[in-house]
């Protein structure tokens, strides 16, 4: 052999030992991913649930850090919660949009952006924003909840949305309580999304927290209408707090208590 070809093996040689070192040696965090690589959110966290048949997107799955979700002051609790919710309402049937999930996180304050509308399909936040709760349920904060006529307090728990109307407050959608006893009463008592103009920055600069509705989730005027468009006709709402009442006696989320 020349001493041309022998010089051409032994730097070949050295290439390929050096890029297996550089390989066997590097961290799975400074693999940088690439679209070939990437996969989608939902589908990849199905998985057989408590019956033959059943599906249930996983709780435990990256969504909630992919997203950066804490940083927008979502809790864990709330999307564990609302993520049990709508695991529930799927495997029951009752969705007939299950790419979509929206959260409202009580354990909040209105002055925060606490209606969080997330793409599961596709692993996107679609919206933030803010949202209002019931009169009687608090001030800034709601931590009064009630599912009675009259009682002008929001409700928690999973909802399934419904259709559209024009009412009172313009452009709503309904909402169906999925837990009784807890919001069942939700369509009895006109409890739905529509606009109010004292959702807004404007009234958190002024006072500190955004105006208080009768107990439904009332949102800005610039953004209700497209929010309730994308939401609408049988996709989870879930209206999340940490109270121990709602703990205690909601038969969805018992398996986090």
Do not use: W
Request: hydrophobic share 35%.
């Amino acid at each position: 052999m020349s001493m041309r070809k022998k010089l051409y093996v032994f730097l070949a040689s050295a290439l390929v030992i050096n890029f297996l070192f550089v390989y066997a040696t590097t961290k799975p965090s400074e693999i940088i991913p690439t679209a070939s690589n990437t996969v989608n959110v939902r589908d990849a966290a199905l998985s057989g649930a408590d019956g033959e048949g059943d599906v249930t997107v996983n709780t435990k799955s990256s969504l909630y850090d992919n997203l950066h979700l804490d940083k927008l002051n979502l809790s864990r609790g709330a999307f564990e919660y609302a993520m049990t919710g709508y695991n529930y309402l799927l495997n029951a049937g009752k969705l007939n949009n299950d790419q979509l999930l929206s959260i409202v996180d009580f354990s909040l304050p209105s002055s925060k952006k606490r209606l969080f509308v997330i793409d599961l399909k596709n692993g996107t936040l679609v919206y933030n924003t803010y949202v209002a709760h019931g009169r009687n349920s608090g001030r800034e904060m709601a931590n009064q909840f009630s599912n009675q006529p009259e009682s002008n307090k929001s409700s928690l728990g999973a909802y399934v949305t419904g259709g559209t109307y024009t009412g009172k407050h313009g452009y709503s959608l309904r909402l169906l309580g999925q837990e009784k006893g807890i919001n069942d009463n939700a369509n009895s008592r006109a409890i739905v999304m529509h606009s109010a103009p004292y959702v807004s920055e404007g009234a958190v600069k002024m006072q500190g927290f955004i105006g208080r509705s009768l107990g439904c989730p009332a949102l800005p005027e610039n953004l209700y209408r497209p929010i309730i468009e994308k939401i609408k006709n049988g996709s989870c709402l879930f209206l999340y707090s940490p109270d121990s009442d709602y703990a205690m006696h909601s038969t969805i989320v018992k398996k986090l208590v």
